[in-house]
């Protein structure tokens, strides 16, 4: 049995907040060059330089990447041989969030849902567990901003629908969605289990580096086809035309019922803002 | 390159056209969601205004915080397509330009041809680099909105592009043929 103090896991969770929300993952930022490169539009070329010297005056000045500093979302693995002295987990790491938001200077988005009253700490985080086996605690986090994840979907599909309306369902989101949530879009695609299965696994697949695929090979092909076929719409970075509309497609999957076949499209924007710690 | 600087004319707004580039400086102010919303029921209540909307130029964003020693936090764009509801009334005040990212409704495109504004798109995310061309900036209503208090900005060389023009003419769809 190991012990970790709570007090660990709150600091660590500060840290990599402030830190993601300032400094863009190197996958994304050499995304941004590799596809400004491939782009014969202008307008696209400049948006992606734009982009790229957002990411550096950012790290320069340490201010965030994007106003919108996102709600806090959290991937936590649990090795079961862990025990957390002092807070709970869930505790620690709201605690952590509320230090990072508010000493961080980063932007406290989070309201009651209908009667818009900010917590004036971004918190509560939303978190995801899952426990394994070991001795170790591995916290993931992402900024998710709400202009990218107001234009997710969901869709109950018919299993008679097939590969075919998943990807259908796929390309009109992204048509839909349009500008509005910053392309060039990294979209994150759940497929099977439950709605709220779904939903998570979608998510989690927004947590990958630019250009890691899934293992199964019949789903990496399937990442790449859609891919092409997201970026031969023509949105463009910002929605003004170009080739790249989106830096990836990372698809998840999880089994589901005879009778059904959910899909989840979740949107991320390309501030991709995440981190990992293992304690 | 065209070089505005606010307030504006009915006339000059009208002479932009999708897809021109524009450099502008002078005074911007924001409002996003719940700022709207506090304006507009101020309008139905006939109360004042937190700044008078003819001539104006309204920035969606909501900034992050104010580091010490700063003028502002990060300050991009915020999409637009949610103040949609509530941007009637203030075109009808005279409110000339818009400043936002993503698509805008067609009841909202028809007041513009109306009224005469035009919408311009600034780079959704890139609000480090935005904030450079902030110089001053005053929270003048609706402090308790905290990030969509409405502010007073000073703004130097802000490079926007028009997206929708005074005759509806909409560069998202014009680019994306």
Known sequence: ??????????????????????????????????????????????????????????????????????????????????????????????????????????????????????????????????????????????????????????????????????????????????????????????????????????????????????????????EIEMLEKVNEIGIGPQGLGGKTTALAVNIETFPTHIAGLPVVVNINCHSSRHKKVIL | MINLRLPLSEEEVRKLKAGDIVSISGTLYTARDAAHKKMCQAIVDKKELPFDLDGKAIYYVGPSPTKPNSVIGSAGPTTSYRMDDLTIPLLKRGLRIMIGKGKRGQKVIDAMKEYGSAYLVAIGGAGAYISNSIKKCQIIAYDELGAEAVRKLEVENMILTVCIDSNGNNLYDISCK
């Open chain 1, 1 to 222: 049995m190991r012990i970790i103090n709570s007090l660990e896991i709150e600091e660590q969770v500060k840290k990599m907040c402030i830190d993601g929300c300032i400094n863009l993952d190197e996958s994304v930022i050499n995304s941004f060059k590799e596809n400004r490169d491939k782009e014969e539009s202008e307008v696209a070329k400049n948006i992606l330089g734009v982009l790229i010297d957002n990411a550096k005056i950012a790290k320069e000045n340490q201010i965030p990447l994007c106003q919108d500093t996102g709600m806090a979302v959290f991937f936590v693995k649990m090795g079961q041989d862990i025990h957390i002295e002092g807070d709970t987990i869930t505790d620690a790491i709201n605690k952590g969030v509320s230090r990072a938001y508010v000493d961080g200077y980063l932007r406290k988005s989070v309201v009651s849902p209908i009667q818009r009253i900010n917590t004036k700490d971004n918190t509560p985080a939303i978190i995801h567990y899952e426990m394994v086996k070991g001795n170790k605690l591995e916290i993931e986090y992402a900024a998710k901003g709400f202009g990218s994840e107001n234009m997710s979907q969901m869709k109950m599909l018919k299993p008679s629908d097939g590969i075919e309306g998943i990807k259908e369902f796929i390309l009109k989101v992204v048509k839909e969605a349009g500008p509005n949530p910053c392309p060039p879009i990294i979209v994150g695609v759940g497929i099977g289990g439950t709605v709220d299965k779904c939903a998570q696994i979608s998510k989690k697949s927004l947590f990958r580096e630019i250009g890691e695929h899934n293992e199964n090979q019949f789903i990496k092909d399937l």
